[in-house]
């Protein structure tokens, strides 16, 4: 079980075979109790979240552009409890952001809603991935952050034009996958559409569109990897 990504360092990649294996996460299989108890903690604190599946990854390695790994699927519950230990060996965690641009050059950010995990931090929106965003055992990036910003935000990604190559930036809280999407509309009819799609649900995963114009722009509660994508976005914009 192996992670040789850097840390902290933007990497270029071209191709991704990140498999889905049936077997138990040893993670999972080994801490089964303190699993259990900690989401109880969870719980008490917050009882909208819901114990659902994801995956958990046991190996993720990196080289010259190719990115590959294992992962298992787990209950929210186990990833949680990742959080706590995340220097645990033989498990991380990874997730996919698309980064909309607007027509006129910005990006298209979300803040959560108060009830949820990450309650007020901004970032792009994006969820851990899940059994169904493999297809024949083989992650899909693209389907993954589809349906993710199509629940949190009611963008379609399909009407937009993807970058041909992803990126990746290790860090200590999981590895993000990031690929550029850009769309049509200026920021402020993309933001609009947002607060629209807000405003029709009635339990909504996120508050706000939260508009980034330039490198300089930082909003109160940006999750701590976030400057690094801006940054890298209006520098090779």
């Known amino acids: 079980m192996s992670f040789n990504l850097p840390a902290n360092v933007i990497l270029p990649v071209d191709s991704i075979d990140v498999r889905l294996d049936p077997a138990p996460h040893p993670f999972e299989r080994d801490n089964a109790e303190a699993i259990a108890a900690g989401w109880l903690e969870h719980q008490a604190g917050n009882p909208a979240l819901f114990d659902g599946t994801m995956v958990l990854l046991s190996s993720l390695t990196y080289d010259r552009g190719v990115l590959a790994g294992v992962c298992h699927e787990v209950r929210y519950s186990t990833f949680l409890h990742w959080r706590r230990h995340p220097q645990t060996p033989g498990a991380h965690h990874a997730f996919a952001h698309a980064m909309p641009v607007s027509g006129d050059g910005a990006l298209v950010a979300i803040r959560m809603a108060p009830h949820t995990l ?6 792009f929106a994006a969820g851990s991935f899940e059994p169904i965003d493999f297809v024949d055992g083989q992650v899909d990036m693209h389907r993954n952050m589809a349906r ?12 937009a034009v993807p970058e041909a190559r992803h990126h990746l930036i290790s ?4 590895v993000v996958i990031f690929r550029r999407y850009r ?3 200026s920021a402020d009819e993309i933001a609009a559409q947002v607060q629209a799609h807000i405003a029709a649900d009635p339990e909504p995963e996120i508050s706000e569109a939260v508009l980034i114009r330039d490198a300089s722009t930082h909003p109160a509660g940006m999750m701590s990897y976030m400057p690094a994508l801006v940054g890298w976005h209006f520098a090779s914009a």
Request: aromatic content about 8%.
């Open 183 to 185: 769309f049509s509309q």
């Open 171 to 174: 860090t200590p809280g999981g």
């Open 148 to 159: 993710e910003v199509m629940e949190e935000t009611g963008l379609d990604l399909d009407a």
């Open 118 to 123: 990450n309650a007020g931090k901004v970032y």
